[in-house]
């Protein structure tokens, strides 16, 4: 089955503890985004990714970090969480940029 | 820098009562304009991508069009399960960051 799994699902985590929410599709898709999610505020991209060793800040980069060291994952990195990153997370590919985009089920992450 | 309006923010339907959704967009150079549907606690589910004005798609009760400034998505005879947010997002110029809209979130009643 064509899915982009994310882990955690949910995580409740404390200020200044580094974390990593994983991503990985099994599409082969070269393109590849993270996204928060806001009430009233929408989808904003954090980070998007064209290829492997290819990345490139989005709208809300600040805070984040990305690495794509292989074609199918594309973790996002938060070395120094804060309460304003707290939010839904939903990590996305698709087959080219501009392209129809496939989301992961989120990842629902609470900053104390 | 590119804009998306969805309106309106919220729509309560009976069901098999059909209406529209619509969503205004500015972008230099139109590159796509995407439909996703989103269920509560669950990433968006892709619909339709728009490339030119004129354009007309069709999947079950829905059809989307665009013109040069907005696009729709009509809902005929609407049923309970199509209850969702509907997002609209465009891309354009030479950027690979897509502008989403903030949704309408429909509620068909039975």
Same mark, same amino acid.
Not at chain 1, 59 to 73: A, F, I, L, T
Not at chain 1, 83 to 100: D, H, I, K, V, W
Not at chain 2, 42 to 69: D, H, M, Q, V
């Given at each position: 089955?064509? $899915?982009?799994?994310?882990?955690?699902?949910?995580?409740?985590?404390?200020?200044?503890?580094?974390?990593?929410?994983?991503? /990985?599709?099994?599409?082969?898709?070269?393109?590849?985004?993270?996204?928060?999610?806001?009430?009233?505020?929408?989808?904003?991209?954090?980070?998007? #990714?064209?290829?492997?060793?290819?990345?490139?800040?989005?709208?809300?980069?600040?805070?984040?970090?990305? #690495?794509?060291?292989?074609?199918?994952?594309?973790?996002?990195?938060?070395? #120094?969480? #804060?309460?304003? $990153?707290? /939010?839904?997370?939903?990590?996305?590919?698709?087959?080219?940029?501009?392209?129809? $985009?496939?989301?992961?089920?989120?990842?629902?992450?609470?900053?104390? | 820098?590119?804009?998306?309006?969805?309106?309106?923010?919220?729509?309560?339907?009976? !069901?098999? !009562?059909?209406?529209?959704?619509?969503?205004?967009?500015?972008?230099?150079?139109?590159?796509?304009?995407?439909?996703?549907?989103?269920?509560?606690?669950?990433?968006?589910?892709?619909?339709?991508?728009?490339?030119?004005?004129? !354009?007309?798609?069709?999947?079950?009760?829905?059809?989307?069009?665009?013109?040069?400034? !907005?696009?729709?998505?009509?809902?005929?005879?609407?049923?309970?399960?199509?209850?969702?947010?509907?997002?609209?997002?465009?891309?354009?110029?030479?950027?690979?960051?897509?502008?989403?809209?903030?949704?309408?979130?429909?509620?068909?009643?039975?």
């Amino acid at each position: 089955e064509a $899915q982009v799994t994310q882990n955690p699902r949910y995580l409740i985590t404390v200020t200044g503890k580094k974390l990593t929410v994983t991503c /990985s599709q099994n599409m082969n898709h070269e393109y590849m985004s993270w996204y928060r999610q806001d009430p009233g505020l929408g989808l904003r991209q954090i980070y998007y #990714s064209m290829n492997v060793e290819v990345t490139d800040k989005g709208d809300v980069p600040e805070g984040y970090k990305v #690495s794509r060291k292989e074609k199918r994952n594309f973790p996002l990195i938060l070395e #120094s969480p #804060s309460p304003n $990153q707290t /939010s839904l997370y939903f990590c996305a590919s698709s087959l080219r940029p501009m392209g129809e $985009q496939y989301f992961g089920p989120g990842t629902r992450l609470t900053v104390t | 820098e590119d804009q998306v309006t969805q309106s309106p923010e919220a729509l309560r339907l009976q !069901e098999g !009562e059909s209406s529209s959704l619509n969503c205004s967009y500015t972008v230099s150079g139109l590159r796509g304009l995407f439909w996703y549907r989103q269920d509560p606690g669950k990433g968006p589910e892709f619909l339709f991508t728009l490339y030119s004005a004129g !354009e007309e798609k069709e999947k079950e009760r829905l059809k989307a069009t665009l013109t040069k400034k !907005e696009s729709f998505l009509h809902i005929t005879a609407p049923k309970p399960e199509d209850s969702a947010t509907y997002l609209c997002a465009v891309g354009g110029g030479g950027s690979y960051i897509p502008t989403f809209g903030r949704g309408t979130s429909l509620i068909v009643h039975p």
